[in-house]
Structure formats: C-alpha cells, structure tokens
C-alpha cells in the first residue's frame, strides 16, 4: 500500500523505465484521491477566475476606453486637445480632448505622431491638426512631416507635407500658415481649411534685414484675418503682419527678442510686451547675471501707432508679463513678488 | 499534508495577485550616485568684448610668434585647421524639439547654439552619439536633460554637467581670451566661441594666416564654414 498523505507522487522502475502513473490508480486509499482531485479542481478554478479578473482588467484599459471615441463628441463641450502616450503600446500616441467640463477623452491614437515637435497639435473650431513623422527610421534621408486635420469623426484629411514643418491655424478654422525651410532659408506657406495653397511668402518679404533666414511664430488675429510673425537671430529684428485678405505684409522694426523669456505678444492690440533682461544660453551665465545689480525695464510697444511705454524696472530680475484682456497686462512686480495689472489705455 | 499543500497554492496564487509578475522580471538597477560638478569661481566668465578684427589681429600675433617672428608669409589654404564635424541647430531633423525641458516655446533650433555647438566638439572627438537632440534629451544619474538647469524656461545649459558625457576626459578650459585660441587650434582642438555678448555660439576650427573660421550652428550644410564675425566674450575648449 502506497499512503498518499506522504508522497505526492510514485515513480515505479518497470523494466528499466521510469513510469510515473496516476495516483489515483495507484492509491488504494479512497479517501485521499478525491481530496486531491478537489485540490486540483480548486487551483484550476482559482487560475481560471484569476485570469478572467486579468483579462477583464485588460479588455477595460484597452478596449472600453477606446470605445469611448465612438461617442460623438459635440465640438461645443470641447475646450482643447493634446497628446499623450498611448499607455499599452509606445509605438502609438492618443490625441486627448480636454473638455469644458473638465473631463478628458481619448479621442483616436495614432503611429507616426511627431510627439517630440515643441507645437505638434492644435485645436479650433471642431478640428484637430497634428504633425505626424513618416518614414523615420535609422539614417533614412526620405523623411517627412505630414500636416492633417481630424474632425471629432475622426475623418482624416492630409493638409501639407514637407522635411520640417511648424504651423499655426487661425482661430476659426480657415487658414494655416505652414512655416518651412526652402535651402535653410524659411518661407511661409498660406493655405486654406482644405489644404489648399493660397500663398508662398519668401523671407525677402516678411523682413528688413535681406540676409535673415528665420521666423518666429507669434499668433493670429481673433478674427483670423491676420497673422503675425517675427524675425529672429537678425541684424536688424522686425514683426511681420500678413493681411489674409490681400496677402499684404506689413513691416515694423523691433529693437527686442523675441526669444526672451519676457516677451509677450497681442496680435488684436498690435502690441508686444518685452524686456531688455538678456537672453542667456548659459547657466552660470545667467545665475551670474542675477546678482549684478543690472537694471531690466519692460516695455510695452505698439506697432501700429509706433509708441514704447515703460512699465516698469527692476534690478537683475524678471517680469513673466501675460496679457489677461487686450487692454490689460498682469506682471510680477519684482520688488514685491506680487502680481500687477497695468492698463495700456492708462 | 494536503492541507498544507492547498494553504501554499493559496498563498502563491494571492501572492501573485497582489504582487504581480513585476517581481520575476529584472528590475534596473537603481540610479547610481552621482556627483555634479560646479563652476569653479576662477573660471567666472570675464568681461571681454573684442571685435572680430582684433581677434584675428591676436591670431596673427600668435602665427609670427609660432615662426620665430620671421617674416609671415600667407599660408596657401589653411595655416592651421581642425577637422570638426558640422551640425546646424536649425537641421530640420530636430530644430523643432524643445529646448532642454522645453519651457518658453524655445527649441534647438530657435535657441540651441551652445548646445549644437558643444554637440560638434563631442562629434570631432568621436563621440557622434552625443549629437544634438541626443545631448538635448541626455539623461545620467537618474536626471533628465542632465545638460540643462531646469529653472526658468529649462533651456539653459549647465555647462559643468554638459561636459560630463560618460567616457569623456574632464579637462575643459573656460572662458578664456582671444588670446589662446591660436594655441588651442595648434593642438588639434577647437574653440567655441562665445560671441555678440552671449547672444550665439560658434566653433572656432582653423586659420587661414589672416582670419580665424567657424563652424556657425545657425547656418545649413551648405553654408557652415565663414570667417570669424561679431565680438569675441570668452572661448571653451574641451576633452582634451
């Protein structure tokens, strides 16, 4: 007799081999075979609702999120939109709609979604425009960067396409300024809602200074008729305004820089709030530059009436101006680290 | 017996359900410690402001005193050049990532001279990993942007710690004078130039017996070497 409470298993040498048989047709002890079939039984059960509770966990983060982007989303409730990593594959990028609710939503998720772009995405008017990198792998020399628009539908239309893109679309929808390089030289390019080309501006006609090769980004007009831009690292600085209506641009010099970490800019009011506090690419530079007692004014300048206002002064510090209405600019008072309006029709 | 055996199935089983399979996997390991270096107050930055002129007026001092100060004769081609790989901050490839940590909507390309140009005395040294996007995003010792302050916009560069790729000698030399460029170029390394008052950075690789070069991160591939420009505020050499 074999007792089964000490062994869970026999091996029996039959004719040289090795044969391990069922207990139960071993044991001759009827009350031990089924306590070990229920145990048996019992881890199988467990495994198989521990696997079931898995796989509901997963089927609910993978599948009934998505699920949600077959809601339709009603442009009304939708106040912006960014991306995300997709949490389950890296490869992919969710595009996540910020309600005005304060809720998020996934609405779609895509490959090749320039994650990495400093302005990859923007929303207006019930529309999503993305910069997706195609081709991108190793040393490859064939790669692009694709523009599309998404509806809350999720119906994708293709709007440009070049080796290097940044773009700002106007606020209702209807015009994108896709800015690129032409042989290291930026050009804009206007084109409408549908991808449509309006207009190639060359440097030569957005600046002051013929050897400058870069623009800067600043915004549209509320009323999406005009677009603003500047021009940076130049001998000779200036802010671009193209009217949408006549493709007429207009110049003004600009004695600041853009780049500076106190520029703020109101395309409605024609005015730009900035400071003469250096730009620093450096550090210790900088940390050397805040204790030297060095006066910073900030300024407020008007392009159309050709006007500088000071607002204020401060030693080796900043300012952080934003522009709260189109008439009213909040800073930080550096001398009280408190925060202050100042009226520009005061 | 039996009893145990279920108790130990039980056990197991709540203890990968509670735990997860994390704990059969490899984990990595913990950050090692690290120590940052700082800025030795000797090599604060000095308050030079020499013209292009003068700089290349020193360079030529430097040439007839490397000839014994005998008579100077214009070299055909280079007087000295050091081969440095070029990158252009506004490389479409990567001008468009952030800055660093990205703050203030500034990005390689808008604001990433030092950056490139430290990126290409790493590269003539044979460290072409550490090209710019890649020392953009360089993370050591459990920090990300190691190269960057992460105050303000996060887009400035911690000088220290960006000369403290893994691998690479920590002998650096800043800011020095125009003065000591010639030499630099004599032993093979390259100078970056910090010019126009810290408003931009340049590689300073040869001289042509009459004016110094630069490899300029502002400009594309086809128009990276132009004589030295702008004011002379301090030079970097580094890795040697």
Redesign the interface.
């Known amino acids: 007799m074999v007792d089964l409470r000490s062994v869970s298993s026999l091996q029996v040498n039959v004719g040289g081999e090795i044969f391990s048989p069922p207990l139960n047709l071993l044991s001759l002890d009827k009350k031990i075979i089924p306590m070990n079939k229920i145990i048996r039984i019992l881890s199988a059960l467990f495994v198989i609702c521990f696997s079931a509770v898995a796989v509901g966990i997963f089927v609910y983060f993978s599948f009934f999120l998505t699920t949600q982007k077959s809601i339709p989303v009603n442009a009304n409730l939708v106040f912006s939109a960014s991306l995300q990593k997709n949490i389950t594959d890296s490869n992919m990028t969710d595009i996540v709609l910020q309600m005005k609710n304060g809720e998020t939503r996934i609405l779609v998720s895509y490959p090749n979604i320039y994650f990495d772009h400093y302005h990859a995405i923007e929303y207006h008017a019930g529309n999503i425009y993305i910069i997706k990198r195609i081709n991108n792998k190793g040393t490859n020399s064939d790669w692009t960067d694709e523009l599309w628009k998404i509806d809350l539908n999720k119906h994708e239309t293709k709007m440009f396409s070049a080796q290097g893109l940044d773009f700002r679309t106007s606020p209702d929808g209807g015009k994108i300024i896709v800015i690129k390089q032409n042989q290291g030289v930026d050009e804009l390019v206007l084109i409408d809602g549908s991808g449509s080309l309006f207009k190639v501006f060359s440097i030569d006609e957005l600046t002051i200074d013929p050897k400058a090769t870069t623009t800067y980004p600043l915004s549209w007009s509320s009323d999406s008729k005009y677009y603003w831009g500047g021009i940076i690292h130049s001998l000779s600085n200036n802010v671009f305004k193209i009217s949408t209506n006549d493709f007429f641009v207009s110049k003004y010099q600009f004695k600041g820089d853009l780049l500076n970490h106190d520029v703020t800019f109101n395309a409605d009011a024609s005015s730009i709030v900035y400071s003469d506090y250096p730009v620093f690419y450096d550090a210790d530079e900088a940390s050397a530059f805040s204790i030297s007692g060095i006066k910073v004014t900030l300024y407020l300048e008007n392009f159309i009436t050709e006007t500088i206002k000071t607002i204020n002064t401060s030693v080796a510090k900043y300012f952080q101006p934003q522009w709260i209405s189109e008439t009213e600019i909040q800073y930080v008072d550096p001398n009280t680290g408190s925060k202050k309006i100042y009226n520009t029709e005061a | 017996?039996?009893k145990k055996?279920?108790f130990s199935?039980?056990v197991s089983?709540a203890l990968?359900?509670v735990i997860g399979c994390d704990s059969l996997q490899d984990k990595p390991a913990s950050n090692p410690v690290i120590s940052e270096p700082t800025?030795n107050p000797a090599d604060?930055?000095p308050n030079i402001n020499i013209s292009a002129d003068s700089v290349n007026a020193l360079g030529r001092v430097a040439m007839m005193d490397d000839m014994g100060r005998g008579p100077v004769k214009a070299a055909a081609g280079w007087q000295l050049y050091v081969p440095v790989p070029f990158y252009?901050q506004?490389d479409?490839?990567w001008?468009?990532?952030?800055l660093g940590f990205?703050g203030?909507?500034?990005?390689i390309?808008?604001?990433g001279?030092?950056?490139t140009s430290i990126a290409m005395c790493y590269a003539k040294m044979g460290y072409s990993a550490a090209n710019p996007p890649a020392l953009n995003d360089w993370s050591y010792g459990g920090r990300a942007h190691y190269a960057?302050?992460d105050?303000?916009?996060g887009?400035?560069?911690?000088?220290p710690q960006a000369l403290q790729y893994p691998g690479m000698s920590r002998n650096c030399h800043y800011w020095f004078g125009a003065d000591q460029i010639y030499s630099y170029l004599q032993r093979g390394i390259p100078v970056i130039a910090?010019i126009n008052?810290?408003?931009?950075?340049v590689v300073i690789f040869a001289f042509d017996g009459n004016r110094y070069w630069v490899k300029d991160p502002?400009?594309?591939?086809?128009?990276q070497d132009r004589p030295f420009y702008g004011s002379f505020d301090g030079g970097l050499a580094f890795g040697f």
Do not use: E, Q
Not at chain 2, 218 to 223: K, P
């Open positions: 017996m039996s055996l279920l199935l039980f089983i990968v359900a800025l604060t930055l252009s506004r479409p490839h001008s468009s990532k952030p990205g203030c909507g500034t990005t390309g808008s604001a001279c030092f950056l960057f302050y105050g303000g916009c887009n400035m560069i911690r000088l910090r008052g810290g408003a931009h950075y502002w400009n594309d591939w086809t128009n």
